[in-house]
């Protein structure tokens, strides 16, 4: 029997995302654009838990104002989020869908301003949270990607 074990070091301050639903880290690696910062990241895929039967486990080493949470609650809010400052954890933080997003996704809408003004921000706003629906504030398209 092969032992499956795997350790991967403490980090001195940063966090810990938890829960992820399995395969989603690298769609959160690159919404939170982890390659552009100079930090150490460590992503666990895969990892058995009692809870999810899989899930995916992230570390990043980084000053914890470097990342945008509202992106984590757009993505999963059942993501949890340890925040890490001197080896030990400072907090545990709860996600939730934000009000709003600038700039994570983009109008498909060709008649919408942000297609002809490049430089627009794209902005979603939540209009209904109990069905996670998002509409582009400028021409109200329904966002209709895939949150989970």
Known sequence: MINNTLNVGRIEEGFVLDHIQAGRSMDIYKYLHLDKLDCCVAIIKNARSSKMGKKDIMKIECPIDFIDLDILGFIDHN???NIIKDSEIV??????LPREIKNVIRCKNPRCITSIE???DHIFVLTNPEKEVYRCKYCEEKYEGNLK
């Open 91 to 96: 907090e545990k933080k709860a996600l939730h």
């Open 79 to 81: 993501i949890t989020i």
């Open 118 to 120: 490049q430089e627009l």
